[in-house]
């Protein structure tokens, strides 16, 4: 069983985070969702206090996706569901559309719509953990601080870092750091393929602050015909800290 946190009631609406954060990605956004729907977040297997998946099981995005769906029979919920998910957690979406699972998908900055994985997004990733690894008193120090910590987000989460509480990007950090799951499932990040057939409504996001999967990783070739296209104005790669309602909006919206 995947960790989770859930808030709210009625149609289930799932929650999926990027790689190497964990449900505190959502945090933000988690009581204006649970206003209208019954939220589950989940720690995806591998991150925050999730387990990997069991028996040498390949963390693909396709068996991530898998695992989800046997998640939520566990649940009791045996019916497509909405999935909204970021980045990692996106891809993931798209992959659960694909296999019947879901009524709905919301992915904002999804990851997987490249034709090469972008080389840059393994130096920051890769840098921020080792960073983080090799100097965890000057990690925790800067974070403290509202510029410092404006600029160590700005590019793998979003421009606005320095409005996140400090004890909140220290989790995320650490959430980052001790993700046990990171390099084999970043090692299985190779692209989304195959989704011209899926079938319930696709809402894709890019804000245009995102500069951390950029033009290039914004090909729209695997998607099906029907998806909805749109760039909201200053999001970075992770927006829900510097635009909450907004980012429920668009859920609900697109979920609806």
Not at 236 to 243: E, N
Request: net charge positive.
């Amino acid at each position: 069983m995947w960790y989770f946190v859930e808030k709210g009631q009625g149609r289930p609406l799932v929650l999926l985070h990027g790689i190497g954060m964990s449900h505190q990605a959502w945090q933000p956004v988690m009581d204006v969702l649970a206003a209208h729907r019954r939220v589950i977040a989940f720690d995806v297997a591998g991150f925050g206090r999730s387990p990997l998946l069991a028996n040498g099981t390949a963390p693909t995005m396709v068996n991530l996706a898998i695992q989800l769906g046997n998640v939520l029979k566990e649940l009791a919920i045996n019916e497509p569901v909405d999935i909204a998910g970021n980045s990692m957690g996106g891809w993931i979406a798209l992959e659960a559309a694909r296999l019947g699972l879901a009524r709905s998908v919301v992915a904002i900055s999804p990851a997987g719509l490249w034709q090469t994985r972008p080389l840059h997004a393994k130096y920051v990733f890769f840098g921020l953990r080792r960073m983080a690894h090799l100097f965890p008193s000057l990690t925790k120090h800067s974070l403290k601080i509202g510029l410092l910590r404006e600029l160590m987000m700005a590019v793998p989460l979003s421009i606005g870092g320095r409005h996140i509480p400090a004890e909140t990007a220290l989790a995320l950090t650490m959430d980052f750091v001790t993700a046990e799951g990171f390099e084999q499932t970043f090692a299985h990040t190779t692209r989304f393929v195959n989704g011209q057939d899926i079938q319930c409504p696709v809402t894709i996001a890019f804000g245009t602050h995102d500069w951390l999967l950029t033009k290039d990783c914004r090909q729209t070739q695997e998607l099906p015909k029907h998806f909805r296209w749109l760039e909201p104005q200053g999001w970075g790669h992770v927006p829900m800290w510097k635009d909450p309602q907004g980012v429920a909006e668009l859920i609900l919206q697109g979920s609806a």
